[in-house]
Nanobody, 117 residues
């Protein structure tokens, strides 16, 4: 069983930056992969970025070069650094984790990111 708790959303102007954090308990080492998804109003939830235990990363085309996913195992946390934010990045962002055994997905509670002037 893994619990994910997010923090770091908010309102930012276009071109600005935000950093989202996701704390995993009891330990991040229970997760085989982790990442971030987002869901805009009226849209389906979409993948933003993922990172595996082997540090392999994957990004949606729309965020490549602007967003960076990372993790800190000493803090049982992973992060999404978002730079050069655009209004179309506005959404509720969810952290996600996956375990192999048992095969199970875990989700954070979601945090609102609004990019607006």
């Amino acid at each position: 069983q893994v619990q994910l708790v997010e923090s770091g959303g908010g309102l930012v102007q276009p071109g600005g930056s935000l950093r989202l954090s996701c704390a995993a308990s009891p330990t991040i080492f229970n997760l085989n992969a982790m990442g971030w998804y987002r869901q805009a109003p009226g849209e389906e939830r979409e993948l933003v970025a993922t990172i595996s235990t082997g540090t392999s990363t994957n990004y949606a085309d729309s965020v490549k070069g602007r967003f960076t996913i990372s993790r800190d195992t000493t803090k049982n946390s992973f992060y999404l650094q978002m730079n050069s934010l655009k209004p179309e990045d506005t959404a509720v962002y969810y952290c996600w984790g996956w375990t192999v055994k048992p095969s199970r997905h875990y989700w954070g509670q979601g945090t609102q990111v609004t990019v607006s002037s």
